[in-house]
């Protein structure tokens, strides 16, 4: 399967800061990958569908302003946290779809664990 | 009423135990039905992925799907402490491309 590497694995922060986390696809170009937050013993929750070279599209409910994503090569996404406060605590994860069809297996990366304090 | 129903657990057995998890769902246009694993504190890694009915065999793992009764499983055989961890089903349709649907995962742990 597609490697997805994340960075950084982990962060703490101070509220009101911004923090920036880093998704790649290591071995193969992604024209879409995925951004999605888990809190402690939950499911994945899609926040955003990040395209190459256009705006990500947000998930209903999930302030566009508040998380920026950047998709500006094919193997290279960014979601920016910005004025972080301590209820955005949380494991963000991004995934790439692998394949050109239809429907394509996605294919996480290892997460960044947030901590606003 | 959530789109994926998924038992959260935990589900505690003794090695070598045959485990079932399971999964239920109202969307019919659900096509294509996954498995991921997920350790604590780790990305969710795929472990099976079907399109429609039947069954899905690799290794000790087994993948079936009903859409008959909109019910998805997976088996693990001779279950290992290495298998202890959060299980997710994740379901898609045709139309929603690759946006995925989480269960809310089932906790799994084997016993030594």
């Known amino acids: 399967g597609a490697v997805v590497s994340q960075h950084p694995s982990w962060v703490i922060c101070k509220s009101g800061t911004s923090v920036k986390i880093e998704c790649r696809s290591l071995?193969?170009?992604?024209?879409?990958m995925f951004w999605y937050r888990q809190f402690p013993k939950q499911s994945l929750m899609l926040m955003a569908t990040?395209?190459?070279?256009?705006?990500?599209?947000?998930e209903q409910g999930v302030e566009k302003d508040k998380f920026l994503i950047n998709h500006a090569s094919l193997t290279l996404s960014t979601l920016t946290v910005t004025s972080a406060h301590p209820e955005d605590s949380s494991f963000y994860i991004c995934?790439?779809?692998?394949?050109?069809?239809?429907?394509?297996?996605?294919?996480f990366g290892p997460g960044t664990r947030l901590t606003v304090l | 009423q959530k789109e994926v129903e998924q038992d959260p657990g935990p589900l505690s057995v003794p090695e070598g135990a045959i485990v079932s998890l399971n999964c239920t769902y109202s969307?019919?246009?659900?096509?294509?039905f996954m498995w991921y694993r997920q350790y604590s504190r780790k990305g969710p890694e795929l472990l099976m992925y079907?399109?429609?009915?039947g069954n899905k065999e690799d290794g000790r793992f087994t993948a079936q799907v009903d859409k008959s009764s909109k019910y998805i499983s997976l088996f693990i055989r001779d279950s290992q402490p290495s298998d202890s961890a959060t299980y997710l089903c994740?379901?898609?349709?045709?139309?929603?491309?690759?946006?995925?649907?989480f269960g809310e995962g089932t906790q799994l742990t084997v016993n030594p």
């Open positions: 969307n019919s246009a659900f096509q294509y």
């Open positions: 995934s790439t779809e692998a394949g050109q069809g239809v429907h394509n297996e996605q294919f």
């Open positions: 994740a379901m898609s349709g045709e139309t929603s491309g690759s946006r995925l649907t």
């Open positions: 990040s395209n190459e070279g256009s705006k990500a599209t947000y």
């Open positions: 079907t399109y429609s009915s």
């Open positions: 071995d193969f170009q992604a024209t879409t």
